[in-house]
Every structure is written in C-alpha cells, then in structure tokens.
T-cell receptor, first 114, second 114 residues
Framework: AQSVTQPDIHITVSEGASLELRCNYSYGATPYLFWYVQSPGQGLQLLLKYFSGDTLVQGIKGFEAEFKRSQSSFNLRKPSVHWSDAAEYFCAVSRGTGANNLFFGTGTRLTVIP | GAVVSQHPSWVICKSGTSVKIECRSLDFQATTMFWYRQFPKQSLMLMATSNEGSKATYEQGVEKDKFLINHASLTLSTLTVTSAHPEDSSFYIC??????????FGPGTRLTVT
C-alpha cells in the first residue's frame, strides 16, 4: 500500500537560512509526487510536482525538490527562507496516473524567525 | 486562474441536523472534484471522488449515506453531512481538476457540530 512519511512535524528556521523538508514515500509503481503549501484561510497551493524526467524539479516561490528513487525520497528545498514561507507543507503521492487520488503525508509546520 | 471556492467557510450546526457544503470551480470546468477531510494537526484524507453526472466513488471507511455528494454540474459539487454528530466536526476541503496534472484546492470549510 502506498504511504507518505514526513518525519518532521515542526521545523523552525531563521529568515534567510536554507530549508529542507523531508518526504519519503512507499509506492510500488512509478510515483507521481507533489508538494503543497497550506496557509491559514488559503487553499492548498501546489509548489511543484514530479511525474517523470529530470529528477530535480523547480517550483514556484523559489522552491525545488529532488526525486531520489533509491532513497524513496522527494525532499523540498529552498536556499533562503522568507518570513512569508511560514505555513504547513504537505507532500503527496498520486495513487493513479497524474493528479488523481492524492495520498498526503502528515505535514510539516514551518516557523520562520526573524 | 483555476480558482476553487467553498461555501460556507465556517458553519456550526446542532447534532442531528444536516449541513451542506458547496464547492465551485470559478473559472474552469472541472471534470472531477474531490472531497477531503482534515483533522487538527493531521493530514488530508480523501473521502470521495466525483465526476459530473455520475455517482461519487467513496474511499473505504467513508459512509456514503452520511456524506452525500452531488456533482450536478461541471462547476459545482456539494457535500451534505446528514444527521451530523460531534465526531463529524472537522475541516472539509474540496478540490477540482480539469486536466490530469493538477488538483486545485478550495480554502476549506470548518464544521462544528454541537
């Protein structure tokens, strides 16, 4: 069965510091992987997705993620965090093809300190 | 573009009553809409998938007679929580898609059953 693990429940970083949020998945087939951000009062916003091809994926707001099949990981990174990045981040895997039947991780809450 | 709205954003109802939540795709026609439930500090759990004009497909463990989903048009899906009880209190989120590659999420509806 598919599963998504986000080991870090809460991460605190200083503004301007680099960020890495971890995501590990378990899925038998080639995964379709996503990172979403959830801010209070806002719907989930897609940061980036991986379907195939280049394993380093660029997203919006300066985020990137790298798909590592050998480690079953899809970690999200940002070189320099801004205060507005404080939010809840979710990794998700599709159980089908494309963006269907998303299975979400438990999320990582990011706090940014000045 | 690709905006999804939900109404209401917040609702309180008494135990035993029913409440309807609307999900609308404002600027696109959604081939498929999804309903999720999110408990505090937890992940999103897919409840059901609906296609316009078809019966919804419910995830295992979701009571279809309690959570009625209607997808009457390409821009509107409704979730009705029937005979609500306090344990149904949660954050309900819908999403919609028109292509295979991305789901667009609404801002969510917080339901409190007293």
């Amino acid at each position: 069965a598919q599963s998504v693990t986000q080991p870090d429940i809460h991460i605190t970083v200083s503004e301007g510091a680099s960020l890495e949020l971890r995501c590990n998945y378990s899925y038998g087939a080639t995964p379709y992987l996503f990172w979403y951000v959830q801010s209070p009062g806002q719907g989930l916003q897609l940061l980036l997705k991986y379907f195939s091809g280049d394993t380093l994926v660029q997203g919006i707001k300066g985020f990137e993620a790298e798909f590592k099949r050998s480690q079953s990981s899809f970690n999200l990174r940002k070189p320099s965090v801004h205060w507005s990045d404080a939010a809840e981040y979710f990794c998700a895997v599709s159980r089908g093809t494309g963006a269907n039947n998303l299975f979400f991780g438990t999320g990582t809450r990011l706090t940014v300190i000045p | 573009g690709a905006v999804v709205s939900q109404h209401p954003s917040w609702v309180i109802c008494k135990s035993g009553t029913s409440v309807k939540i609307e999900c609308r795709s404002l600027d696109f026609q959604a081939t498929t809409m999804f309903w999720y439930r999110q408990f505090p500090k937890q992940s999103l759990m897919l409840m059901a998938t609906s296609n316009e004009g078809s019966k919804a497909t419910y995830e295992q463990g979701v009571e279809k007679d309690k959570f009625l989903i209607n997808h009457a048009s390409l821009t509107l899906s409704t979730l009705t929580v029937t005979s609500a009880h306090p344990e149904d209190s949660s954050f309900y989120i819908c999403s919609a898609k028109f292509s295979s590659y991305e789901q667009y999420f609404g801002p969510g509806t917080r339901l409190t059953v007293t």
